[in-house]
């Protein structure tokens, strides 16, 4: 099965920036898409189709791609960032979720 | 404002089934499609499967033979069932709806804890 490699954690200073990393074979056949989860609740889009911010999302929050990673990137990080990041793609047989990155802010 | 609450939390034994209700509101119940997405405590989450518009429903192959999606359009409601339950199946059970079978998910369940325990 598809299998989409994410860092465990990564840290950041509040004001600097960010970026998660979502490794796949030939990741770039496929349409990346970003959820962050706060502790306890459910997960909320991001950003859809590799690059765009779904409705109400800051425009500090950015995605890319290049090659087999995507990338998510979060600008001027605050406080309020704090949680996980999940990316997921369609595989042609099912979604399937990246393993997940917890976004601590120092 | 689309809404989807779920039903409460549930406490079942091994072996057992349990079904899962997520209610919509706000859309057009039959234009979307409602996917169902695991999280095991402390764990990334895990796409079980989905129900189309039409009623058709398609399951990840981990949970084929075990799991049943269904819908009654005249509550807007979506269920999901899942029998056999084994421990590895406690964990935090989401609906999600998406415009389309391949498109992302852009409004999610509160979620419902299913705790299986002897």
């Known amino acids: 099965s598809y299998v989409l490699t994410q860092p465990p954690s990564v840290s950041v200073a509040p004001g600097k920036t960010v970026t998660i990393t979502c490794g796949g074979n030939?990741?770039?056949?496929?349409?990346v898409h970003w959820y962050q989860q706060k502790p306890g609740q459910a997960p909320v889009l991001v950003i859809y189709y590799d690059n765009n911010r779904h409705s109400g999302i800051p425009e500090r929050f950015s995605g890319s791609k290049s090659g087999n990673t995507a990338t998510l990137t979060i600008s001027r990080v605050e406080a309020g960032d704090e949680a996980d990041y999940y990316c997921q793609v369609w595989d042609g047989s099912g979604h399937v979720f990246g393993t997940g990155t917890q976004v601590t802010v120092l | 404002q689309v809404q989807l609450v779920q039903s409460g939390a549930e406490v079942k034994k091994p072996g057992a089934s349990v079904r899962v209700s997520c209610k919509a509101s706000g859309s057009t119940f039959t234009s979307y499609y409602l996917h169902w997405v695991r999280q095991a405590p402390g764990q990334g989450l895990e796409w079980m499967g989905v129900i189309n518009p039409g009623g058709g429903s398609t399951y990840a192959q981990s949970f084929q033979g075990r799991v049943s999606m269904t819908r009654d359009t005249s509550t807007s409601t979506v269920y999901m069932e899942l029998s056999s339950l084994r421990s590895e199946d406690t964990a935090v059970y989401y609906c999600a709806r998406g415009p389309g079978d391949l498109n992302p998910f852009d409004h999610w369940g509160q979620g419902t804890l299913v705790t299986v325990s002897s």
């Open positions: 030939n990741i770039g056949n496929n349409n």
